[in-house]
């Protein structure tokens, strides 16, 4: 049992009435479709449904063939306008990234496998973080036929690692004015009196906390301050 494609012609053979068959075994070709609607079924299934923006783009002529439900949520525009103008969605980069961004579609759209960090500002004002790459594909002869991508937003991401990043500075801070505080204490432990202890609190406690905002009282047993 095999599938097939039936090809019937109507001619005359001897001034006769007949009907010519042709019959082509198909079987691998539909196999082959098969499989590649399969494929294409669980691409859409993976790239629609993923948080990151997966873009596919032609070299020749430049347009976006592919690009996923998450452009719309992050970008807040149509998918329909880089459909229509593969240059659409460098419209919403920021203005200080706007050249460089060009360099990147233009190293990517050439075939080099590319990837840059840059801010978008959405229709409502949002700014977010992106953090893009691409990749060339090429067919066996190694000619170039598309470009494959993905961009995601990596806003959260730096706004907590920057939130970190001071809560440890923070923390630095207040570890090193304690470690200094215990080291003052051990060394008022060892003042032969009251007046040389105050002396070298005045001083260490000065250069712990130097701002001039604010007052710090010290009091001195001589001097009743």
Known sequence: IF???VLLTAMELDSKPVVQTVIRDITQSKAAESSLRASEEQFHQLADNIHEVFFVATPDPIRIAYL???Y???WGRP???AYDRAAAWIESVHPDERESVDGFFARSIQGVQSE???RIIRPDGLIRWIEARSFPVRNAEGKLIRVVGIAEDTTVRRETHNQLTVAL???KEQSQETTGLAELVDILQSCKDAEEAFKITGSALASMWPSTVGALYIISPSRNV
């Open 3 to 5: 599938t097939a494609d």
């Open 68 to 70: 996923s439900p998450a």
């Open 72 to 74: 719309e949520e992050i």
């Open 79 to 81: 998918r329909q306008e």
């Open 116 to 118: 840059m960090a840059y």
């Open 169 to 171: 500075e923070e923390l």
